[in-house]
């Protein structure tokens, strides 16, 4: 039975919830960064590098320092401090890119901010910022392609921790490998990709005395005090960081960027609030990017399609001075079993600006190569790739050597199958048409860490017939202010209209990071805990104030239901409302709180806990007019137990269509002679449009992961992302019997 069943009809979780935010949303009322306003806000601009390499030789704001408006232009000599933040524990004190603003007067990377104007109107500040003359001695920046290792330490340290660049490693990959009777050995390339959520990076800093507020548009506002309080010598309590709403981040926005620094900087000379908003061209600079990927997939197998040897061996780029890790080999060493296996890694430092996390980091690009050579490996096989994957699906994880927390990829594969009429599939290429378009089809798995982040919250009840729910996490657009109302109602049976969400707001009790899909299912135990503890504080009221009708019974006599406290052993009688027991007590308010420890990283963990799922994809060809188009998509997806099915779709269908993206359009292309992103705007930067959108069908299976939750929810926000890539790549050789092995698919790959 699933757990949906198990639930009371009453209870809001598990069931298709519109968000609660959605009202604030439309009518216009939600609150983001650059719409709060303070009196005395004054608009900062940075000036960006127009070299990629290079020296700072001078810098003059004779010229803007002239300016009407213009109330201060900071560079590296009138900054004032700024220290580097370290990891702190709790994941605390993170950010991509180490070297604070200005710190020395060294040029990496095209649009690294030289300096900062700030003046009365942004009109003024970016006409000023114009205006500052910078002279540089420029050397050649790298920006090359090709990326062959240039820096391959034996451990890679990272803010996440240590990696080592041989990553996994059993039996004999290369005598297995030669001596398999069928081999692939291909080479899978991946752009960089650039974070483009429709807000803007946006920060507003106020000071007053010693005390720093930050408005931001953040994934983590817990981390971002962590990180501020740092880079300014401040205590922590002294450092409030606010987001209310987030018009989404893709893991762009989970750490501090450097304006954020520029803004409290700003703010603490000039002693009144400044706002700094990034331009598009901007946020393809200096607030990260998916890091280019090269990846030699090389796998041996039998002829009936036993897997003996996997090979994954990737090489991404770097900025010169910053450790991101992009973990292409993450899920290589449990996805299929194999007996003989090897993961290795390597960096080449480029001038570009620090690469981060973007939606399915690591895993993304390095499931689009496994699951694309998996694929060519069943042509060459000639067998079904639904097959192939079936004879290879593994009892246990083969890289840790310890079982799944719970895994059901082979039903994705069948509910998949079905629903998109796979067994209709004729495998020679362009054997398929309908109407005069020749179809290809095509698929992949994927697969997602799931895991917990440390939590807390509290719940209230009060005695008005409201609860409000607090967390210091945030919204990014996911549902995560849905989630929490969700989940204080199920509890205390309080109506989801009459629970208040608080969070985005560092005051509140730690939250997670809104990050690696880890968001609801680290929320979830905290909540329930804090609504059980607020429960338990009114069951304790109702046996002790004298004009309780429970008064002198003993808690563990109660129950509490629906709202309700009740002689356990007389349910029947209807029991009595929580408003009425706070009214008796003269009380405003009872409050419980809740806190779940972090489940992530351990190194030798009793269970493997990942998400999987499956992508089946339809595309039209028409070589007459080299147009390519997907024309359907059906995603199976085993998270867990789905804590809101109807957010959970969309985040679904939203990750499908950035991976239509990542397949067909999204690449931050680099000029080779300043350096520059060329493509840095939303003209030229191609993405998925509502009209290369096709219907997507999503399903979820329903298996709860009691490893990850009491509920079972895993996350869901990064795996839609994951091998859709590869799908897409395998329908357009069946179309066109072009194989593209390297992203995106352009139509001039298909005029060959
Ligand atoms: Mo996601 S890249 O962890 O926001």
Redesign the pocket.
């Known amino acids: 039975m699933s757990l949906t069943q198990e639930i009371p009809a009453t209870s809001p979780i598990g069931r298709d919830t519109p968000r609660v935010d959605g009202p604030l949303k439309v009518t216009g009322k939600a609150q983001y960064t650059s719409d709060f306003h303070f009196p005395g806000l004054l608009y900062a601009v940075p000036v960006e590098a127009t070299i990629a390499n290079g020296r700072i030789r001078n810098l003059d704001t004779t010229a803007a320092e002239k300016m009407p408006g213009v109330r201060a232009i900071l560079h590296r000599q009138n900054i004032g401090k700024i220290s580097r933040s370290v990891l702190e524990p709790g994941m605390e004190g993170i950010c991509e890119e180490r070297r604070p603003p200005f710190e020395d007067d060294v040029v990496r990377y095209y649009g690294q901010y030289v300096a900062l104007v700030v003046a009365d109107t942004f009109e003024t500040a970016k006409a000023a910022a114009d205006a500052v003359r910078v002279t540089y001695d420029k050397e050649k920046p790298n920006v090359e392609t090709e990326l062959e290792a240039d820096d391959d330490p034996e451990v890679v340290s990272t803010t996440f921790g240590q990696h080592e660049r041989l990553q996994s490693q059993r039996g004999d990959a290369d005598a297995a490998f030669a001596s398999a009777p069928i081999k692939i050995d291909q080479t899978y390339v991946t752009p960089a990709e650039t974070h483009n959520p429709i807000e803007l990076h946006a920060t507003t800093a106020i000071w007053e005395g010693s005390t720093l507020t930050l408005y931001d548009s953040s ?1 983590g506002v817990v981390n971002f005090r962590s990180v501020l309080a740092q880079m300014f010598d401040l205590p922590k309590e002294n450092v409030r960081v606010i987001t209310k709403f987030v018009g989404s ?3 762009g926005k ?1 750490f501090p960027w450097t304006h954020c620094a520029l803004a409290a900087a700003a703010a603490r000379k000039l002693g009144t609030p400044v706002r700094l908003v990034l331009s598009r061209k901007m946020m393809f600079q200096t607030v990260g990017h998916r890091p280019r990927t090269q990846q030699r997939v090389r796998l041996g197998a039998t002829p009936d399609g036993k897997l003996v040897s996997l090979q994954h061996d990737y090489v991404y780029h770097r900025s010169m001075l910053d450790a991101h890790h992009e973990d292409c080999g993450e899920t290589t060493p449990f996805q299929y079993s194999v007996p003989n296996l090897r993961v290795t890694f390597g960096r080449a430092k480029r001038n570009v600006g620090a690469a981060a ?5 690591g895993a993304v690009p390095g499931l689009y190569a496994i699951e694309a050579a998996m694929n060519e490996l069943a042509d060459e096989l000639k067998m079904d790739p639904v097959r192939l994957r079936v004879i290879n699906e593994p009892k246990i994880d083969e890289g840790l050597g310890v079982p799944f927390s719970s895994r059901h990829l082979l039903e994705c594969f069948e509910l998949g199958a079905e629903k998109f009429g796979w067994s209709k599939r004729t495998p020679q290429v362009g054997s398929m048409k309908r109407d005069d378009l020749t179809l290809g089809w095509g698929m992949a798995g994927c697969s997602w860490i799931a895991g917990r982040f440390a939590a807390e919250a509290s719940v209230e009840l009060r005695d008005d017939g409201t609860a409000r729910v607090a967390c210091a996490t945030q919204d990014i657009g996911t549902g995560t202010y849905t989630n929490l109302a969700q989940l204080a109602s199920h509890k205390t049976g309080v109506p989801l209209d009459k629970v208040d969400v608080a969070l985005g707001d560092t005051s509140l009790p730690k939250g997670p990071l ?4 880890l968001a609801t299912p680290s929320i979830v135990p905290a909540v329930l805990q804090a609504a059980d503890n607020a429960i338990e504080s009114l069951l304790s009221i109702a046996t002790t104030i004298p004009e309780s009708p429970f008064k002198n019974r003993k808690s563990a006599d109660l129950a509490f239901d629906g709202g309700r406290v009740f002689l356990k052993a007389g349910v029947a009688s209807g029991g009595v409302p929580f408003t009425d027991l706070l009214q008796r007590a003269n009380l405003r308010l009872v409050t419980g709180n809740g806190n779940s420890e972090a489940m992530l990283g351990d190194p030798k963990p009793k269970f493997s806990t990942h998400s999987f799922g499956c992508h089946f994809v339809e595309v039209t060809w028409q070589p007459e007019i080299a147009r390519l188009r997907v024309s359907r998509v059906v995603t199976v997806i085993d998270a867990g137990w789905i804590l809101n099915p109807l957010a959970g779709r969309n985040q679904i269908e939203g990750a499908v269509v950035m991976g239509i993206g990542m397949a067909l359009f999204e690449h931050t292309s680099y000029d080779p002679q300043n350096g520059a992103p060329i493509n840095s705007n939303l003209a030229d930067y191609v993405m998925t449009v509502n009209a290369d959108a096709p219907p997507i069908d999503v399903y979820f299976l329903d298996y709860p992961d009691r490893e990850i939750n009491e509920v079972g929810a895993r996350g869901i ?2 795996i839609g992302l994951a091998g859709i890539a590869a799908a897409i790549t395998a329908a357009v050789y069946h179309a066109t019997g072009i194989r593209v092995r390297e992203l995106p698919v352009k139509i001039e790959d298909l005029l060959a």
């Open positions: 994934q981040g893709f893991g989970l996390d973007m939606r399915g980091p809104s990050g690696g899909s926000g990064e």
